[in-house]
Structure formats: structure tokens, C-alpha cells
């Protein structure tokens, strides 16, 4: 989704801006820009497509000058087009803004600004504000006051960030909503200012996050937040830990294939200081769940979009088999217009690797409205879902830069099965035996997750055979029937190849009449309590000329006897299953999507951060 980024201090601003950009492409976007301060004038330049072109573009007709401000475009309203592209102007070219969100009431707003005499250079909903803007500072206003008016003005969720030729030591920001983030990085002498914090990572670590309902007067000296009202506010500076490094490709080609072998790294760090192995015990201080609370739940409800809704409905069996406690799994954008029977006795659980899909941040708003108690479980660090929580477990994985999502789906995974024994500990319905055994087994993880990532090679000559089909279905029981939703998406997102994830069970209700020597056929069927019904659902789907791609413990020669290919996994506790059994479907979707020649880490129209209902 759009990115932004900001910048006043005493360099030249160019660089800044579109090396922030450039550290914010991953969100996805269709259409870049910038505009920057010079000589008391402010100049432009926009570009429909990748930012390399913008960069050109920069490059033929150079610009520089402080403050500026940059923006990689998501459209919504209007065409992506360099006209449509942000920054936008003012009329008279003395104001200048970059947003993220949907001005709900712009088509009204356009009407009113035209009948008054203002033509539109755009067909953006964000024109509205620049402009609306201008109208205030004919009448009197400053910059700081013309923003205030105009924020009030506009519907919807908004980040918004603007500076003005006649007032060039400021810039000026807010926050209204959902509509993702703005965070202002702490310089010397200097101020960033961004939509996320890889944008900013390589200058400051000290940040200040907007809340909702909040702006700020950046100069290159000072940060003042207030209120929409106009009231002051001590904002809380905060650390961020990430390392710049994290956020490069390294030795890999791409962020994904990065962040699929990264995962032996971030399920030890997620481990790290939780598991307490001689004791058997796991500890979780960030989710403040004490006993009276875990023996008070009545019901958990785990919401999410996309890769995180299907981490957590691993997590509902997980919660269901060790606590024994009621637990669904809702899928965030229906949870609110679903009347949900939600009330203090629940807890609304959210996983969101980015921490601001607005339909995730809904779901959390709505539990807390009926008095349930909001925890998340979250990758960015600061983000929303994460602030808002009562308690909030930070997924260890560091910036996941790819579009698609593969080690924040593995962090939660575990994050998961450590909450349903705390949970069930506290609650005093797990025997010392098996809660012993429930913690010992995570010891297993890393290594078994390197053991997958080591037979890629074996994956790509996989991904060879399959990387001109159609179509493929992915069949999954029981714990590890999410993971064929997940690596259906995972193949679909990057590769554009058309794949659908289905309970095992369920096939022979429908989709058993696509099957034919056409349609590769992926069965999760490791030795897991469901591994008798999976054999006999690859001998169905061969009995139609289907051709089997087996996901299968080493060994399991049956398997191997059926199956056209298998991609092998260690021997592995069912109930930890799903980590290992992704790993060979993330890699065999990235193989397919890189012989493809595919963008795999900007995906066509998908976005990182989907901030937009
Ligand atoms: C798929 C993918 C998306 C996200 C979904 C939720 O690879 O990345 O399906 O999982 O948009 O995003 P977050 O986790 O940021 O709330």
C-alpha cells in the first residue's frame, strides 16, 4: 500500500526521499513521486510505474532543496499516471501533500472546491486536501491551522503529510484512522518522517508514532504533536531495535528467498528467553496474562487476513486440543458485520505480521466494544495492533520485506502453541507430564526447519516439473489443512498460477471433477494423526490420472510408492507439523515464480500493508 516519506533538515532532501522509498517498495504501489523545497518554489516530479523510473527521471532533471516529502502511490481513485501520481499541488503551487487512505466525502468536497473555481490537475481523492488547504490559507490561516481545518473536514482514515513554500520550516502531519501508520524518526538537527520504519531504519532509531486523531509540526529542531482539537501532547519516544542490515537482500536475489531461509533464525528468536526448557515452562510477560484472566476465558476468537488468518486456524486447533478451551477463527474483514457473541469472558485475539490492515484493526475494535480482552500478535514493531492491545507478543522475525508472507506465518505458529500452554497452565488442566513434553518438543524447531530449508535443491527440480500448469489443488487434514490453504496462496500470489486449498475430506464433494492428468494434486501427508485419511485421498486423486506432489516424512516409503514427487520433511510432533510443512511449499512457490521470470517480491496489484478496508 502507499508509502511515505518525509524529510527537513539541513541535507539535500532528494537522496533522502527516494532512498526511503526505495526501503518501501516491498508495501507494493503503481506510481512514485516527489516534491522538495528550492529556492522558495516547490518542485515536483512524478512517474507512473517502478521507482527506477522515477529515479531516471530525477536523474534527466535534477531537483534538490529541504524540506521534501516522497510518496509511492497504491491507486485507488483514478488511473496510475504520473498525473495521478503523488505529491500534489495546490492551485496556486504553494502547497504540497502525499497521502494513504480514501477521502470518503471527496466527490462532495470536489464539487464544492470546483463550484468555487478551483480546477483539479488530478483525478485523486487526495487533491481535495491540498486544496482545501489553499482555501483555508486564503482566508487567514496558517499552514499549521489550514491543516487542522482541512483534517476536520475530510472522511475516512487518513495519513497525510503536507508542506507549504510560504511556511518552509515545517512540515506538517496527522494521523486520522487506520489508514496505516506515520512515524516520525528523531534526528540531529534533522527529522524523518514515514509511513514505516524501514524508510527511516538507516537514519534514526528514536521514533515517535502518530495515533489516531493526532498531528505534528515536524521542523528540523522540534516535534510537537497535538490533538485535532489543538491540544499539546508528550509523545513517548521509542527504540526501535531493528537493524538496518536486516532490511537488505544480502547474498539472496530476493527478500523472500532471504526471508524463507531466515527462518531458522526467527523460530530461535522466538523461542528466545519464552521457553524456559528446564523448568518446562513458558513464559509470555508482554501478553500480561495472569491466572485470573486465563481461568476467566470463556471463548477465544483468533482474527487475521490472509497468510495471518491461516496461521490462525492452526492456532485454533492448537488452543482447542492443549487448553481444551472453545476457540474460532474469524476472518477480520467479516468479524464486525458478523454480530459476533462477543463479551468480557472472550478475548479477541489478532495476528498481523504489519500491524495495520485496517480490517484486522476493525476486528480488534470490535471485541474491544463488546468488552472482550484485545491481545495481538504482531511482526512491526509500534505498529497499531500493537499498541492497541492489552497484550501484544512480538513475532521475532525482523522486517519481512517481501510481499508474500512466509517466515511472519512460522513465527505465530509457535507464538501460537506457546499460548495454549501458558493457557492451559494457568487454567491447571495441563498434567506437569505433558506440559513437560508440550515444551520440550520446541527445542526441535530450528534445526527441523533447517533440515527442510536444505533440500531445495530436491524442491527446484520439483518446481521445474510444474512450472507451466494451470492449475493446481492443494489437500490438507486436520492441523496441517491451513498449510494447504497457505501454500496455495503462496503459489497463486507470486506465480499467477491458479490454486485453490481444500480440506482433504471435502474433495471428493466437488473438486474430484477437475481432477485429471492436468491437475497436479499437493498432498500434505506427513505422519501426523491424519496421515491414513491422506494416503487414501492420493490414491483417489491417482485413481483419476492426478498427478500427486506429496509433502511426506522421511522415510514413509508408502508415500513415495503413490506420489509423483515428494517433498520430504523431518519427522516432526504433529502438533508443531505446520512449520515444517510449509517451508518446502513457500520454496516451491518462489522456485516456480523465479523460472517463471516473476516479480517475486512486488507481486502485481498486491500490497504489503493492506491499510484499506
Ligand atoms: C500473503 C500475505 C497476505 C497477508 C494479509 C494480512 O502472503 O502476505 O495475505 O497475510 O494481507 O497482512 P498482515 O499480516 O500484515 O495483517
Redesign the pocket.
Known amino acids: 500500500m502507499c508509502g511515505i516519506v518525509g524529510y527537513i533538515g539541513p541535507r539535500d532532501a532528494t537522496p533522502v526521499l527516494l532512498n526511503g522509498l526505495k526501503r518501501l517498495e516491498y508495501r507494493g504501489y503503481d506510481s512514485a513521486g516527489v516534491a522538495v523545497l528550492t529556492d522558495g518554489h516547490i518542485e515536483v516530479r512524478r512517474t507512473a510505474g517502478k521507482l527506477s523510473r522515477l529515479v531516471e527521471l530525477v536523474d534527466q532533471t535534477p531537483l534538490s532543496g529541504s524540506p521534501g516529502i516522497g510518496h509511492t502511490r497504491w491507486a485507488t481513485h483514478g488511473v496510475p499516471t504520473a498525473r495521478n501520481a503523488h505529491p500534489h499541488l495546490s492551485a496556486n503551487a504553494r502547497v504540497v501533500v502525499v497521502h494513504n487512505g480514501i477521502v470518503e466525502n471527496f466527490l462532495e468536497l470536489r464539487d464544492e472546491l470546483t463550484a468555487e473555481g478551483v480546477i483539479f490537475q488530478s483525478d485523486t481523492d487526495t487533491e481535495t486536501i491540498v486544496q482545501l488547504v489553499e482555501k483555508h490559507q486564503a482566508a487567514g490561516l496558517d499552514l499549521v491551522e489550514a491543516a487542522r481545518q482541512t483534517f476536520q473536514t475530510i472522511q475516512g482514515a487518513h495519513g497525510i503529510v503536507l508542506m507549504s513554500a510560504d511556511e518552509p520550516d515545517k512540515i506538517v502531519c496527522a494521523r486520522i484512522g487506520n489508514a496505516g501508520g506515520v512515524v516520525i524518526g528523531l534526528g540531529q538537527g534533522e527529522n524523518f518522517i514515514a509511513s514505516d520504519i524501514p524508510a527511516i531504519m538507516e537514519h534514526t532509531q528514536q521514533v515517535i508514532f502518530l495515533e489516531s486523531h493526532q498531528m505534528a509540526i515536524v521542523t528540523s529542531s522540534h516535534v510537537q504533536i497535538e490533538t485535532m482539537a489543538g491540544k499539546s501532547i508528550q509523545p513517548k519516544i521509542h527504540t526501535i531495535s531493528f537493524d538496518a542490515a536486516a532490511a537488505e537482500k544480502g547474498e539472496y536475489q530476493h527478500f523472500m528467498q532471504k526471508e524463507i531461509h531466515e527462518q531458522v533464525r526467527s523460530l530461535t528468536d522466538t523461542l528466545a528467553g519464552r521457553v524456559d526448557f528446564q523448568a518446562g515452562r513458558i513464559r509470555l510477560p508482554e501478553l500480561k496474562l495472569t491466572t485470573e484472566l486465563a481461568q476467566k476465558i470463556r471463548k477465544i476468537y483468533i482474527t ?5 488468518a491461516y496461521a490462525g486456524m492452526v492456532g485454533k486447533i492448537l488452543i482447542e486440543k492443549i487448553v481444551r478451551l472453545p476457540c474460532e477463527l474469524e476472518i477480520a474483514s467479516e468479524f464486525r458485520y458478523s454480530d459476533p457473541i462477543v463479551d468480557e469472558n472472550c478475548v479477541v485475539l489478532a ?7 485496517a480490517d ?1 484493526l476493525a476486528a480488534m475494535e470490535e471485541g474491544r466494544r463488546k468488552g472482550a480482552a484485545i491481545w495481538s500478535i504482531v511482526n512491526a514493531i509500534g505498529s497499531q495492533a500493537m499498541r492497541v492491545a492489552q497484550g501484544s507478543l512480538s513475532m521475532q522475525t525482523g522486517p519481512e520485506i517481501g ?3 512466509t517466515k ?1 506465518f512460522t513465527a505465530p505458529l509457535v507464538d501460537l502453541y506457546m499460548l495454549a500452554v501458558l493457557l492451559a497452565d494457568l487454567r491447571g488442566n495441563l498434567p506437569d507430564a505433558d506440559r513437560r513434553a508440550l515444551v520440550s518438543d520446541l527445542r526441535l524447531v530450528p534445526q527441523l526447519a533447517s533440515r527442510v530449508l536444505n533440500t531445495e535443491p530436491e524442491i527446484k527440480k520439483v518446481a521445474r516439473a510444474l512450472k507451466n500448469v494451470r492449475d493446481c489443488l492443494f489437500l490438507g487434514r486436520g492441523i496441517n489443512m491451513p498449510i494447504a490453504y497457505e501454500g496455495a ?2 503459489l497463486k ?1 507470486i506465480s499467477y498460477i491458479h490454486a485453490e486449498g481444500y480440506p482433504a475430506g471435502e474433495m471428493k464433494h466437488g473438486p474430484i471433477a477437475l481432477i485429471d492428468r492436468h491437475m497436479p494434486v499437493v498432498c500434505i501427508a506427513p505422519q501426523d494423526p491424519w496421515h491414513e485419511k491422506m494416503l487414501s485421498q492420493i490414491q483417489q486423486v491417482k485413481a483419476r490420472g492426478g498427478t500427486v506432489i506429496a509433502v511426506a516424512t522421511e522415510g514413509d516409503e508408502l508415500v513415495a510408492s503413490l506420489a509423483d514427487h515428494v517433498l520430504w520433511v523431518p519427522k516432526c510432533p504433529w502438533m508443531l507439523s505446520p512449520v515444517v510443512t510449509v517451508i518446502p511449499l513457500q520454496l516451491m512457490a518462489y522456485n516456480i515464480a523465479t523460472l517463471r521470470g516473476l516479480d517475486v517480491d512486488q507481486p502485481r496489484n498486491l500490497a504489503k ?2 491499510t484499506v478496508e
Do not use: F, N, P, W
Open positions: 487475521a487476513c490472509g497468510t495471518a495476528i498481523s505480521q504489519s500491524g495495520e490492515t484486522t510481499v508474500a508472507s511472519a496462496l503462496k500470489e500493508s493492506v
